[in-house]
């Protein structure tokens, strides 16, 4: 009776196999069920093996038994993302004013849902403008992984609410910041790189290997011989190359710390390196790009096994990246353009990734991402570009 | 199977608060008979959710603590071979070395097995060990027996253990094995969930206290740029510590001083943030 229960939860994504539905519905021959609210905690126990699948869960259960309208994942993400704009930019009304062409006082008089659906209808009519790094929407932060994001810390527990029915819980969405476009939580965060382990036999020969002992006892006739061997270590190298100049960067950076503080834990070498926008002859060791520049040109003696992420928007005025001397620092003019020197690094560090905070369904419309693009291979910075990103650079070729 | 212990539910323990719809979800795995995979936050009482459920169902708890170096053999059964080596080259022990069953240990699985009544088996952090030992162990869960090869003996299990696993998610659980399993993912508890969490452990505690403790904690969980936040082990922990104090009052919480910082925030960076957010709390 619940088919087409079933077939919606495939449908919108949900990996559900055929074996757990008939489980399902042996739970309820067995009258494990008795009410809606059951049914909606056995449902999704037996049939969602995934937290982040809970959210999308919750919208079409909510969708079948209350027909709660479900939502194009698109129009929920653009809204979502410039309800987290306007939030920021109401903090600095003037700003704002400026930015949608009108006056601060008229700005006053609109509610904030006008005040979005102008905002909105303005995104719209902007998707052409994208240039000169001047474009005013874009990349203000509009990643999924945006400033705005809740932590799990504040969701609700099915415990508290007794008194609600199951279609109640359901529409509330409270798994939503575990669905896998989410918010990156710093512990998501920490899961995801976790992946980037690589171990291999390093150190003195000091753990005795068993089986080889056993077996190398019996060909010499029961006479003990101890079989010693390496413990395995994690050596891999990371260097991690990170955007942080400039405000298009900025509602990102706390991200981005988490990021580092992770990544300082988990590999045994480490290299952090900072730029502004794209790269040029030195990359930075200190976050103030001052006092310690690091050549180039030095790259080459560093193993070239090493994992090179790259982290920034790639969001910039096209002669930056394109012109001989697109630096917009004057220190920096050795007469190669930026995009060669990527070149250089993708070709030293064969395994390298870029990866961006900005939503990929805008990479389209910024002609240096495109750019960049061609260079490395992009992904998002979302816990499943992450992860995508993360076996890319583990691949072994 | 003993009609009675199936039907047994299970309604929380005596030191852990249940929510309704945990309740629900352990009932039908146990009456289902399908190992009950849990996922959360480190300190939502994933552990202690096995604890109390052989508690409340009076059955005997057996806990197989998942490592990473482990092999499935490791859970079901040992062969001493070098004890037996040991026994034959000096010959010392009562132990028969030419029967090889002398020197087959069982693990915990295989003691869940052996065990003459229903116990419940608690593989925790399932998440630790690799893909291979998980998918190994699907064959065993799901026939119930295991072969020990170096005596050609099948072990069959005499009661199907009540199955609790536990992962902190450091790995993905391959897919075969999250189909042979029901899942939970358990959120951080909410304030007046965590009230009573904590007022289970400390009975009678007093109240301008709890309130103010559990409320300096949230705040404290919202400190941004942490790498372990506090949860509730450390809570209660915390709430020891205070109570023990002679020298502490509950308005120095409410005031915005967080003493015993360290039993909240285990790691020396996380630390200082977190000491750093506590000077602007007084401000």
């Known amino acids: 009776m619940f088919v087409d229960f079933f077939y919606l939860l495939k449908k919108v994504g949900i990996p559900v196999s055929p074996t757990s539905f008939l489980r399902l519905q042996k739970a309820l021959n067995m009258g494990l069920v008795n009410s809606v609210d059951d049914f909606y ?357 | 199977m003993n009609k009675a212990i199936q039907n047994r539910t299970f309604s929380g323990g005596s030191k852990y608060v249940l929510d309704e719809e945990l309740a629900k979800i352990v009932n039908i795995s146990i009456a289902l008979e399908m190992p009950l995979l849990l996922k959360g936050e480190p300190g939502t009482g994933k552990t202690m959710l096995a604890h109390a459920i052989a508690e409340a169902l009076q059955m005997r708890l057996i806990v197989l603590n998942v490592k990473s170096s482990m092999k499935l053999i490791d859970a079901l059964y040992q062969y001493d071979t070098l004890t037996r080596l040991n026994d034959s080259r000096f010959g010392d022990s009562k132990r028969d070395v030419s029967n090889i069953e002398d020197y087959i240990k069982m693990g915990k699985i295989g003691q869940s097995f052996a065990s003459d009544e229903r116990v419940v088996l608690l593989i925790d952090e399932i998440d630790k060990a690799d893909t291979d030992f998980q998918d190994d162990m699907l064959d065993v869960l799901d026939q119930m027996e295991f072969d020990i090869i170096e005596i050609d003996k099948t072990i069959q299990a005499k009661n199907r253990p009540v199955i609790v696993i536990t992962s902190n998610a450091k790995k993905d659980l391959s897919d075969p094995f999250l189909g042979r399993c029901n899942f939970h993912h358990i959120a951080f508890p909410e304030p007046d969930m965590m009230r009573k969490i904590v007022e289970v452990h400390f009975t009678g505690i007093d109240k301008e206290l709890l309130d103010s403790a559990v409320r300096t904690f949230y705040r404290l969980r919202e400190i941004k740029g942490v790498e372990k936040k506090p949860a509730t082990r450390e809570l209660i922990n915390w709430i020891r510590a205070l109570r023990s104090d002679p020298d502490f009052r509950v308005k120095d919480l409410v005031k915005g001083e967080v003493p015993f910082l360290g039993i909240l925030y285990k790691k020396s960076p996380d630390y200082a943030v977190a000491q750093n957010a506590v000077g602007r709390f007084r401000a």
Not at chain 1, 144 to 156: E, F, I, K, Q, T
Not at chain 1, 196 to 222: F, S, W
């Open chain 1, 41 to 397: 905690t056995a449902a999704r126990s037996i049939l969602v093996k995934s937290e982040r699948y809970f959210d999308l869960y919750d919208q079409v259960f909510a969708h079948r038994f209350q027909g709660v309208e479900l939502k194009e994942p698109d129009a929920v993400e653009i809204s979502d993302v410039a309800r987290a704009l306007l939030e920021e930019w109401l903090k600095n009304p003037r700003e704002l004013a400026d930015l949608v062409g009108i006056k601060e006082e008229d700005l006053s008089k609109l509610t904030p849902e006008e005040l979005l659906q102008y905002f909105l209808d303005r995104l719209k009519e902007q998707t052409e403008a994208h240039h000169g790094g001047k474009k005013w929407i874009g990349t203000g932060g509009t990643s999924p992984v945006g400033h705005s994001g809740y932590h799990p810390g504040g969701m609700r527990v099915g415990g508290v609410s007794r008194n609600k029915s199951a279609v109640k819980v359901a529409m509330e969405r409270r798994y939503r910041d575990y669905s896998q476009e989410g918010p990156l939580t710093e512990s998501q965060m920490g899961e995801a790189l976790k992946r980037l382990r690589n171990m291999v036999p390093h150190g003195p020969k000091d753990r005795v290997n068993i089986d080889e002992t056993i077996y190398e006892t019996m060909k010499n006739a029961g006479e003990i011989e101890i079989v010693f061997d390496q413990s395995l270590r994690d050596r891999l190298k990371v260097i991690l190359a990170i955007d942080n100049g400039g405000w298009s960067m900025d509602p990102y950076i706390g991200l981005v710390q988490t990021l580092f503080n992770y990544a300082r834990a988990q590999f045994k070498e480490l290299k952090t390196f900072f730029f502004h926008n794209t790269i040029y002859d030195y990359l930075w060791e200190d976050p103030q790009r001052r006092s310690k520049p690091f050549p180039l040109d030095e790259l080459p003696r560093l193993d070239p096994e090493t994992r090179f992420i790259i982290i920034g928007d790639a969001s910039m005025a096209p002669y930056e990246l394109l012109s001989t001397d697109g630096s917009i620092y004057v220190g920096e003019r050795s007469g190669k353009p930026s995009y060669m020197r990527l070149e250089f690094i993708a070709k030293t560090f064969p395994h390298s990734v870029w990866i961006n905070p900005v939503p990929p369904v805008e990479w389209a419309y910024t002609r240096t991402i495109l750019h960049i693009q061609e260079i490395f291979p992009m992904f998002e910075l979302t816990l499943d570009g992450l992860e995508k990103a993360v076996s890319h650079i583990m691949r072994k070729n």
